[in-house]
């Protein structure tokens, strides 16, 4: 059984997160852990009596809001394989992610990419950038404000070939792809011509990884920066997900380096699925 956390804010980002997760495991048997997140800071202004009044009402708005959600899922669930638990937890989104990850054995993370309030333009919220900096431990999916969810038909997958790739790297990437029916679009995306010794024994070293899926690879001119040379490659393709390993070579590394602006503003068409990188 497949045991996904989606994090819920309430907003339509986030249940819209959420729609993309049931549509991506709609033959799997699943377990969805909604995860409700309030602030747990006591303020040093005010006196203990009034902290903990505020902390209650925020739990209890808390809880009311996850069980009148499951009541709304339970009954519109067109999937017997699938079922709806809440958590709701006083701290940091970080934290609790990470804590609940562990103690619930999460598979897939899967959130949205803002909150009710994000602008428009902004596709990585900070809360984003944080959760994916931040877990080490399995994947995170994330979904655009504005996607329409779909099943996977065409992946893009970003990698210069300079690091050696695992089975169990890639095992969420290539259970995705194999149960989709999906293509694998390998996008070379550097600014060198040819491959070095050890990059060419990478590739077939990926190769072998590949050998029961559709793939093919693909070479990108980089003309302005990585981030847009992919989203542009995405893009001509017609791909439905973007799929990278989170290591420091790779350009999604480079986009947490950017400036501060930048950083929240890489806006894929697609959702992104980001691999942790394992020793």
């Given at each position: 059984m497949k045991r996904i956390l989606v994090p819920i804010?309430?907003?339509?980002?986030a249940l819209n997160a959420l729609e993309y997760a049931r549509v991506?495991?709609?033959?799997?048997?699943?377990?969805?852990?909604?995860?409700?997140?309030?602030?747990?800071?006591?303020?040093?202004?005010?006196?203990?009596?009034?902290?903990?009044?505020?902390?209650?009402?925020?739990?209890?708005?808390?809880?009311?809001?996850?069980?009148?959600?499951?009541?709304?899922?339970?009954?519109?669930?067109d999937h017997s394989n699938h079922e709806f638990k809440a958590?709701?937890?006083?701290?940091?989104?970080?934290?609790a992610i990470n804590s609940v990850s562990a103690s619930k054995e999460i598979d897939y993370i899967v959130m949205g990419t803002k909150?009710?309030?994000?602008?428009k333009e902004i596709f990585l919220g900070s809360n984003t950038v944080k959760v994916i900096n931040g877990i080490n431990r399995c994947p995170v999916i994330v979904v655009p404000q504005s996607y329409v969810p779909k099943t996977p038909s065409i992946v893009a997958f970003s990698?210069?070939?300079?690091?050696?790739?695992?089975?169990?790297?890639?095992?969420?990437?290539?259970?995705?792809?194999?149960?989709?029916?999906?293509?694998?679009?390998?996008?070379?995306i550097m600014a060198e011509e040819y491959l070095t010794d050890k990059q060419n024994a990478?590739?077939?070293?990926?190769?072998?990884?590949f050998q029961n899926l559709?793939?093919?690879?693909?070479?990108?001119?980089?003309?302005?920066?990585?981030?847009?040379?992919?989203?542009?490659?995405?893009?001509?393709?017609?791909?439905?997900?973007?799929a990278l390993?989170?290591?420091?070579?790779?350009?999604?590394?480079?986009?947490?380096e950017e400036d501060v602006v930048d950083k929240i503003s890489f806006n894929s068409p697609v959702p992104l699925l980001i691999l942790p990188e394992l020793k």
């Open positions: 804010d309430f907003s339509d980002n991506l495991f709609n033959n799997e048997e699943c377990t969805f852990f909604l995860l409700n997140v309030y602030v747990s800071n006591r303020s040093v202004m005010l006196s203990e009596e009034y902290n903990d009044a505020i902390l209650g009402e925020m739990s209890d708005e808390s809880e009311h809001e996850l069980e009148a959600l499951l009541k709304k899922l339970i009954k519109n669930n958590i709701s937890v006083p701290d940091t989104l970080l934290k909150g009710a309030k994000g602008a990698t210069n070939f300079k690091r050696t790739f695992h089975q169990n790297e890639l095992a969420p990437l290539i259970e995705i792809t194999a149960s989709k029916g999906a293509k694998i679009n390998i996008a070379r990478n590739k077939e070293i990926l190769k072998s990884l559709d793939h093919i690879f693909c070479k990108i001119d980089v003309e302005n920066s990585e981030t847009e040379a992919l989203r542009d490659f995405a893009m001509q393709t017609e791909s439905d997900l973007i390993v989170h290591h420091k070579q790779n350009f999604f590394q480079k986009l947490m």
